[in-house]
């Protein structure tokens, strides 16, 4: 009898059990090569897990990342994901997609191009998420750069500059400008003489003339680098004139100062910054294709037991039908807005933790338009703008430049205010208040526009919100684990609303359970 290939048991495998098992005995015949450890921090030999069962409840980044981790150890993985798709609230929406909200059904109306669409969820991925970073390029996703910020992207403030809106250029430069003259002034007025020594001074003048673009006599009179009046913002042929100083006034009583201007510069803002090419579901959909099948859909969890050698998980299939799953262990996903009205027998002291996390009442609003029309008339490729409206942001395309249309984020919401009053309107509600408050930024604005969508993460089923609020004390109590019980998910770290939160703590349920397992 022939021994058979490895192409040949692959097939075999393929035709029995799918896609997903293919990939797992690839990975354990050593066939994806060495970038398929570079994703995770985890060391669980393989076949270490044999004999263990670990039910997983739900299938955002963090459950798919903990079984795919467990299942190449040998584990049984089971993962009930009430939902009909995997994800979580990695949602990428296109046209032809269906969203659905508490008694609310929006069809995704935005044309098949590969550049037309919106990531509902997170968006951007920081240079410093390695573990993100490390899936992405173990699983062969293509990464391009996303912008924050953008020079030429507007701030908005309505009580201010007459209700115009002033490009972030002209705002950055002015304030280094002014800022940069009143503490030269300091300097030479003798303020600082008990800090500065006389060699302290003049470096200090060099320095404040230099980042302000101050003259020989250290005053702001204003600076190129806000660039040139007219249309085409650089000095041309000709110099012309430089952009006249905005008013110090206007710019200390608007909004922008508190946070919006040095936005970039929190850690997890800051550039480089990334994004999968043709959208963030690109990483739910690596994981599914290896473990798809370890996944029961539309399986709504309706209890969480203890027994004496593991858990009992109450569920209710697609069918309506009531079933059980036992198992040795449990890592739980689920948010806690919804984990906490779901029968348990966590500890009072979990419990406690659970109905003290409180999620973000996030919204964001998204519009195809049907030209690039702030490419064509402004000038920016990539980036954010900022209102002190209740959309909050805009943000412009990092992908598909100078391509007939485009798909933009009109509003992303995230105070709570803000929140609640859009996720109480209807989808048509949303879009006409939207393009209502982007007007003053874009003259024309509402036509402009094809179409759009939107999504209120509060009323999401089984998800009740966008993001935990930062809550140490509750994560910390969680992540030590209940008995057979873990948690995971964002929820968990200190890195809330960041996948490479969900991640990490997928890899400490995982490790803490398998470290259980083998008494190590």
């Not at 003339?209 to 009046?229: C, I, M, P, V």
């Amino acid at each position: 009898m022939r021994k058979p290939t490895r192409r040949t048991l692959l097939r075999s495998i393929g035709a029995a059990a799918g896609s997903a098992a293919v990939y797992r005995t690839m990975d354990a015949l050593g066939m994806l090569g060495a970038g398929a450890a570079q994703a995770a921090t985890l060391d669980l030999a393989p076949g270490s897990g044999e004999g263990g069962h670990v039910v997983i409840l739900g299938a955002g980044v963090s459950g798919l990342a903990a079984a795919w981790e467990m299942s190449r150890a040998g584990w049984h993985c089971t993962i009930l994901e009430a939902t009909e798709r995997p994800g979580g609230r990695n949602q990428t929406a296109r046209g032809g997609d269906v969203l659905n909200e508490r008694g609310m059904r929006q069809d995704v109306c935005f044309d098949p191009e590969d550049h037309l669409y919106a990531n509902l969820g997170p968006a951007r991925i920081p240079y410093h998420h390695r573990t993100v970073l490390g899936y992405c390029k173990a699983f062969g996703i293509d990464l391009e750069v996303f912008t924050n910020d953008n020079r030429a992207a507007l701030f908005h403030d309505r009580a201010r500059f007459g209700g115009r809106p002033v490009v972030a250029r002209r705002v950055l430069t002015d304030l280094r400008g002014y800022v940069a003259e009143l503490l030269a002034k300091a300097v030479d007025r003798g303020a600082l003489d008990a800090e500065l020594t006389a060699d302290d001074k003049e470096s200090v003048r060099a320095m404040l003339t230099s980042f302000g673009g101050l003259k020989e006599d250290r005053s702001y009179a204003g600076t190129n680098r806000a660039g040139h009046q007219g249309a085409t913002v650089h000095a041309g042929l000709e110099a012309g004139d430089t952009e006249e100083r905005l008013d110090f006034g206007e710019l200390l009583g608007a909004d922008f100062w508190p946070y919006k201007l040095h936005f970039s510069h929190f850690l997890n803002q800051n550039p480089t910054l990334f994004q999968p090419v043709g959208g963030m579901d690109a990483i739910v959909r690596a994981f599914a294709e290896r473990i798809g099948d370890l996944v029961r859909y539309e399986c709504i969890v309706e209890q969480i037991r203890r027994e004496d050698h593991g858990v009992r998980i109450v569920y209710r299939g697609p069918d309506g039908a009531e079933r059980t799953v036992r198992a040795d262990y449990a890592i739980c996903t689920i948010p806690a807005p919804v984990l906490k009205d779901i029968p348990n027998d966590f500890s009072s002291e979990m419990r406690a933790a659970i109905e003290s996390l409180d999620f973000v009442e996030a919204v964001k609003v998204a519009f195809q338009a049907r030209r690039r029309f702030w490419e064509d008339d402004s000038a920016i490729y990539g980036g954010i703008s900022w209102t002190d409206g209740d959309i909050t942001q805009i943000w412009y395309p990092c992908n598909g430049y100078q391509r007939p249309k485009g798909v933009l984020v009109g509003a992303y919401i995230w105070s709570s205010g803000p929140g609640r009053r859009y996720s109480a309107m209807s989808a048509p509600e949303r879009l006409r208040a939207a393009l209502e408050e982007g007007e003053p930024l874009h003259p024309g604005y509402a036509g402009e526009m094809e179409c759009g969508i939107s999504r209120a993460w509060l009323n999401v089923p089984f998800q009740h919100g966008g993001w935990p609020r930062a809550n140490p004390q509750a994560a910390a109590t969680l992540r030590r684990g209940d008995g057979p019980f873990r948690f995971a998910g964002d929820q968990v770290t200190a890195l809330p609303g960041w996948q490479e939160g969900a991640l990490l703590a997928a890899h400490a349920a995982a490790e803490a359970i398998h470290r259980q397992f083998t008494g190590r």
